[in-house]
């Protein structure tokens, strides 16, 4: 069997987004399944629309997420260079077997004669062919004009590897560009020629190239090439399954995600997931079972729709099943200044508590906000909430100095403190949702917390009381709360 070769062929043109990533890693995922290579190569042959930087960002998108490549611009490898606009001598080499055979040649026609014939064409209510202004004595091609591919229109049908037998007609090829006047190829031209050189073996993009693909294999036969295994990808849509996702509906660059405290491992997984399963109800996926699992024909041909609030439940999925030594370690540089003060040890039974409710680390320091700082008193805490709000203010008030002169004599272990909250709770008569919420605003300043025993006890015992006075004491008649 010959060796498995996938690319994966972005144009430096802006950051990468999900449906992007999805085409890599489909690619990574085919290559690694037989022991065979993943190709990176970057297609820069328009020159007007190149972003600065947007080679290293899209070589470290794909790093970041541990899509290792086995050849590149960056790595080399034996069919370089991996850069398009490094490889014109080829390009013009090819160019010239298709002049010599009579399958190209020059168009001399200026962009707004062009315009004008495809004006005619709509006022005639008939679609455009170029093939139908084709000169019938085209000069010698110098370079100083496009040169253009001679199509051979026919009926094609063909297997596509995810959307299965495709069937197209004559009227769907044209004469196309193959080198544009400023000597660089176009894709339909350059693509063609390095996936042969790069002896690439399937070929997996997304489905804005499908109506194109017939002209492919016309510049295929022309070239006496056989035609790698095609595989067209459905479109990534928006939240509303209605469109193609765009940066409108939050398609977002990955390595923002990355920023954002996303896991590789949890991205991974849920890219993989859009538009793919593998038959069963299975929705967590190690690396490891992707490669095992993964095959095009159980890609759906139907787009895929973008759930930003899956990706957040799988990325929470994944951080509670870190250990803490490793959830630590990579939450280093999410901590906010203030952690800066405290001790490893301190900041580590912290990410304990909140490991559970973690579902990005850039949320780390809003939810831990109050282990680090003795925040004001915030009043609406107590005046917005569900129960706290039926009750007296001057009962609160003294049901916290009951809780202040209990937990006084608490050793502020979890075992001692879980004890003494249940027997406050037997002695006021009061529900959970009023007792245990009114300790908790008053030792955190937060709408939300862990465990309330666990939290006192990492918080201590001075820190703790110290709050609780400060409550009690903002709580005073004639004081707000």
């Not at 019938?136 to 063909?158: A, G």
């Not at 209605?242 to 949890?266: H, T, W």
């Amino acid at each position: 069997m010959p060796e498995i070769r996938t690319r994966f062929a972005p144009s430096p043109t802006g950051y990468l987004h999900v449906g992007g990533i999805r085409t890599a890693l489909f690619a990574w995922l085919v290559a690694r399944q037989t022991d065979g290579c993943f190709i990176l190569r970057f297609e820069d042959t328009d020159k007007k629309r190149e972003v600065e930087g947007a080679r290293d960002h899209l070589m470290a998108s794909l790093l970041q997420l541990g899509l290792v490549y086995d050849e590149g611009p960056d790595i080399g490898g034996p069919y370089g260079p991996y850069i398009q606009s490094e490889r014109l001598d080829s390009y013009r080499a090819w160019a010239g077997k298709l002049i010599d055979a009579g399958r190209a040649y020059a168009d001399p026609y200026t962009p707004e004669q062009v315009q004008g014939f495809r004006e005619l064409a709509q006022k005639e209510k008939r679609p455009f062919l170029f093939r139908d202004h084709r000169p019938e004595n085209p000069p010698v091609w110098d370079e100083t004009m496009p040169l253009r591919f001679k199509s051979d229109p026919k009926q094609y049908t063909r297997t596509d590897a995810v959307m299965g037998t495709l069937t197209t007609g004559p009227e769907t090829i044209d004469d196309f560009i193959l080198i544009k006047s400023d000597g660089y190829p176009t894709y339909n031209f350059a693509h063609v020629i390095d996936d042969y050189e790069m002896k690439i073996s399937h070929i997996i993009r997304g489905q804005e190239f499908l109506s194109s693909i017939p002209n492919y294999l016309n510049l295929y036969e022309a070239l006496d090439i056989t035609p790698p295994v095609m595989a067209t990808m459905p479109h990534v849509l928006g939240p509303d399954g209605k469109k193609k996702l765009s940066k409108r509906d939050g398609a977002k660059d990955v390595l923002d995600y990355i920023r954002e405290g996303y896991l590789p491992e949890a991205l991974v997984n849920f890219i993989a997931s859009l538009g793919w399963n593998d038959g069963t109800e299975q929705e967590i996926f190690s690396r490891d079972e992707l490669i095992h699992t993964f095959s095009l024909d159980r890609v759906q041909r139907s787009g895929a729709r973008f759930d930003e609030q899956r990706l957040l439940w799988m990325n929470g999925h994944y951080i509670r099943a870190l250990n803490l030594d490793d959830l630590f370690g990579r939450v280093s540089a999410f901590w906010q200044p203030e952690a800066g003060a405290y001790g490893d040890d301190y900041k580590k039974q912290v990410l304990g508590l909140v490991q559970e409710r973690l579902k990005y680390f850039a949320e780390l320091p809003a939810l831990t906000q109050f282990f680090f700082t003795d925040l004001p008193v915030e009043p609406e805490l107590i005046e917005g909430h569900k129960q706290l709000k039926k009750v007296d203010r001057e009962m609160l008030r003294e049901l916290l100095v009951s809780v202040r002169e209990n937990l006084a004599g608490s050793d502020f272990s979890v075992d001692d403190l879980t004890s003494r909250l249940n027997q406050l709770l037997e002695s006021s008569g009061q529900k959970p949702a009023v007792l245990f919420s009114l300790i908790r605003i008053a030792t955190t300043q937060a709408p939300a917390s862990p465990a309330l025993a666990e939290t006192l006890a990492v918080l201590g015992k001075d820190r703790s009381l110290a709050r609780i006075d400060t409550q009690i004491a903002a709580m005073q008649p004639g004081d707000s709360l």
